[in-house]
């Protein structure tokens, strides 16, 4: 028997305010987009944008259903839109925001684990790392330079 052990690695920053400008506006873009999503029965907001290397920016909200299931996740939406809409192009960089209708959100509210499959199947795709910022109504925003560090044992094709 052996121990291993896992390290991951994320910067952060205070708040929104402190971001690189484009990263910024990209999650500016992700609160607006919050603002749109279909959560009447969970009251939890997530709003998602998604910056392309063809310049493109794809946006997400969380969209529920009376019949649980069947709902989905912002930021499946946004990665299944960019894939089927653009499939050749890579995603660099994706921002994430999430907010509560019943109370404040201020810690970084990172993608659920269906949503990081997902998203680990983009950045195994394209071979390249996808950054990951997160964060909640307000507060600090968590940088991640890969989806490695939100899922260190990826599940993927190798396996199959």
């Known amino acids: 028997m052996k121990e291993i052990s896992i390290t991951t690695q994320f910067t952060v920053f205070d708040s929104i305010k402190e971001l690189p400008k484009d990263i910024y506006n990209l999650m500016e873009e992700a609160v607006a987009v919050r603002k749109k999503a279909y959560a009447p029965y969970s009251k939890f907001r997530v709003g998602v944008a998604i910056l392309l290397d063809n310049g493109q920016i794809v946006l997400g909200s969380n969209q529920e259903n009376a019949a ?3 709902g989905l996740c912002a930021e499946r939406i946004a990665i299944f839109y960019a894939g089927s809409v653009y499939p050749e192009a890579k995603i660099l960089k994706m921002a994430i925001t999430a907010a509560s209708d019943t109370n ?9 684990g269906s949503c990081r499959q997902s998203i680990a199947e983009y950045e ?4 390249t790392p996808i950054e990951i910022y997160f ?3 307000e507060g600090e925003v968590n940088k991640s330079a890969s989806l490695k560090n939100l899922l260190p044992f990826m599940f993927d094709k190798k396996f199959l």
Do not use: L, R, V
């Open 68 to 70: 649980y299931p069947s």
């Open 104 to 112: 404040k959100t201020t810690t970084p509210i990172p993608p659920c």
């Open 124 to 127: 195994i795709k394209q071979d």
């Open 135 to 137: 964060m909640g109504e």
